[in-house]
């Protein structure tokens, strides 16, 4: 069953992929699917044609990365421990070998890349090529950019279907060629389709008010967009024009979130919620073909078993931040359309609710050694739980256990700041290898439901790797924005990065994708098998950059940054705890630059 819907932006009042106004036409095409993605020859005639291993999954999408994709000069220079005994590697920059990268030019990637289309076989959609270059970063101890390096060429494609633009996880092609014209990366998720009708659409006045509906008081509608979301490959038999909101918030950042643009067609649930103090039951009368799904998540509790018609568990809220208990479904069809509920209880009692069209995008444990924490701030987003339940999924399977879950109103700033200004790092971020946070944010930070201490994170509160964090993810927009050009990222969170290995974010607003991506980011740090081929475990950085090719939209701008220490050492080559080598610790104090690595989706 495909559980992927739509996608959300984490970020408020940023334009959109395609930042089309609503279309004036009063129809629109339904297209069926003839195909989902690849089959098992054309999958192996690409692989033939570009010289790689045929990388072709379950689904029909072909996924390829190799050990040379995005690759940096490094060179070994040493060896030691670090805070838990555990092996380090230090390596180099080889600023000989990077002075010497000459990556393909636009022309020449362009013509190599042509040959997609006709292998892949496209129908009814619409190509826009688009060439980028993965981008080596470097700067001064101040953090004024000394150099700048292209590593590889990309050609990504942006899409569209009879003129309205498209997005989504079943609307990817994408190839890489290293500085040698070797295909380094190449990534197709394209279903087949061919138009079967012609719909009326609703008007955008009439969309505006829906999408009122998906949000809270405060938040002002802008005009929706029309288009057409493609889900990830599975088992999708049509596909609908949607509507995609464009909220307007003064406070913090909020989602753009998809409603279907044709009356009547969205799943139907009602749901009916009862409460005994910290009991709770959730069931759900719906309305829905084979292969819905519905899924559950609550705004005290991290539920991990959370699908079905009928949900009961008992609250775990922290401390004493509110008492009052949400309860949100979320139901997908199999085309990926998608309505939420939700019921609000203070305290003992029952409610009902029907859903709304739209929806989707988008204590201390004792563990072992190596462990890692999750925190996100948006538990009422489906996409949102998917990416904690999946990171903390995945690296169970592996050995590595979650000191903490903090979700919704438990997701304090405090965990993150500083224990000099008062913070809590010390006994949750800053005491775990890797963290995990899903929420809103901008260039100057990232927000919290709660006011522990307060409501936003900003750069001067962080000083990460004092303890023992070493990879940092942000699942949030604009984060590691460039703001001026001039790379100014590096001084705003250079006094955060004090030990910690590299900080994972974004230049652009990032997609809350349905399904999540937490698990996607946490499977390439380990070896991966996929049909008839075996991923190796990816550098951090790669795992970080590999996660966001395979799930964000075309356009969408991924970066990773870290110090430069004595010797031109670097965590670039890092890998996860035992997969390959990982470097020391480099504070702030032992810093003779800093770098950072840019890529386009």
Not at 3 to 32: D, M, N, Q, V
Not at 367 to 377: A, H, R
Not at 442 to 469: H, I, M, Y
Not at 474 to 499: I, K, M, P
Request: proline share 5%; charged share 20%; aromatic share 8%.
């Amino acid at each position: 069953m495909n559980r992927t819907t739509a996608s959300a932006l984490l970020g408020a009042g940023a334009a959109l992929l395609f930042a089309h106004p609503a279309s004036a036409a009063e129809s629109a095409p339904i297209y069926k699917v003839t195909q989902e993605g690849m089959t098992a020859a054309e999958s192996a005639k690409l692989a033939e044609a570009y010289g790689i291993p045929d990388a072709l999954h379950e689904n029909g999408a072909f996924g390829y990365v190799g050990d040379a994709f995005a690759n940096v000069p490094l060179r070994p220079v040493g060896s030691g421990k670090d805070e838990s005994g555990r092996p380090t590697v230090s390596q180099a920059l080889d600023q000989r070998a990077l002075a010497q990268l000459r990556p393909i030019g636009a022309g020449e990637a362009l013509e190599r890349s042509s040959k997609l289309t006709e292998l892949i076989g496209l129908t009814d959609l619409e190509l826009n090529p688009k060439v980028s270059h993965a981008k080596l970063t470097l700067s001064d101890r101040a953090g004024k950019v000394t150099s700048e390096h292209g590593l590889d060429t990309t050609v990504s494609h942006t899409f569209s279907l009879a003129g309205l633009p498209v997005t989504g996880q079943g609307a990817k092609l994408r190839i890489t060629f290293g500085p040698d014209g070797r295909v380094t990366q190449l990534s197709s998720a394209i279903r087949k389709l061919e138009k079967a009708d012609e719909a009326p659409v609703i008007p955008a006045d009439e969309a505006r008010k829906q999408c009122e509906q998906l949000y809270g008081p405060g938040v002002r509608q802008g005009e929706p967009t029309l288009g057409y979301l493609l889900p990830a490959l599975g088992a999708v038999e049509a596909i609908y024009p949607s509507y995609t909101c464009n909220p307007r918030s003064d406070e913090g950042e909020q989602a753009h979130r998809q409603i279907p643009a044709v009356e009547g067609i969205a799943p139907k649930a009602k749901i009916h919620v009862e409460r005994s103090g910290e009991k709770i039951l959730a069931t759900a009368d719906a309305e829905a073909g084979d292969g819905s799904v519905l899924t559950w998540s609550s705004s005290s509790t991290a539920l991990t078993e959370n699908e079905g018609a009928q949900i009961a568990y008992e609250r775990r809220p922290r401390g004493k931040t509110t008492d009052s208990e949400t309860v949100t479904l979320e139901i997908t069809d199999r085309n990926g359309l998608s309505a939420t509920a939700s019921v609000t209880l203070d305290g003992d009692g029952e409610a009902s609710a029907e859903t709304t069209p739209g929806g989707g995008g988008f204590g201390k444990l004792a563990v072992g050694p190596t462990d890692v924490g999750i925190e996100q701030t948006v538990d009422e987003w489906q996409c949102a739980q998917d990416s904690a339940n999946g990171f903390k999924s995945v690296m169970a399977a592996h050995g590595v256990g979650t000191a903490f879950d903090w979700r919704g109103h438990a997701a304090f700033e405090k965990d993150f700041k500083e224990q000099a200004l008062g913070g809590w790092d010390h006994n949750y971020v800053d005491n775990v290898d890797a963290q995990w946070y899903t929420g809103h944010g901008w260039s100057g930070g990232f927000t919290f439901k709660s006011s522990v201490d307060d409501t936003a994170l900003t750069p001067n509160e962080a000083r990460w790797g004092t303890r023992d964090l070493e990879w940092m993810q942000l699942e949030s927009c604009q984060v590691l924005r460039d703001t001026n050009g001039f790379h100014d990222y590096f001084g705003r969170w250079g006094g955060a990065v004090d030990g910690l290995h590299i900080l994972n974010g974004f230049h652009t607003n990032a997609y809350c994708v349905g399904g999540g991506t937490g698990g996607t980011f946490a499977s390439y740090l380990f070896p991966k098998q996929i049909l008839w081929w075996t991923i190796p475990a990816l550098t951090v950085r790669n795992a970080w950059a590999q996660m966001a090719i395979d799930k964000e939209p075309s356009g969408v701008v991924y970066r990773s940054m870290g110090n430069i220490g004595s010797g031109g050492v670097t965590n670039i080559g890092d890998y996860f705890w035992g997969q390959g080598p990982t470097g020391p610790d480099i504070p702030a104090a032992g810093r003779i630059g800093r770098w950072s690595i840019t890529g386009t989706v």
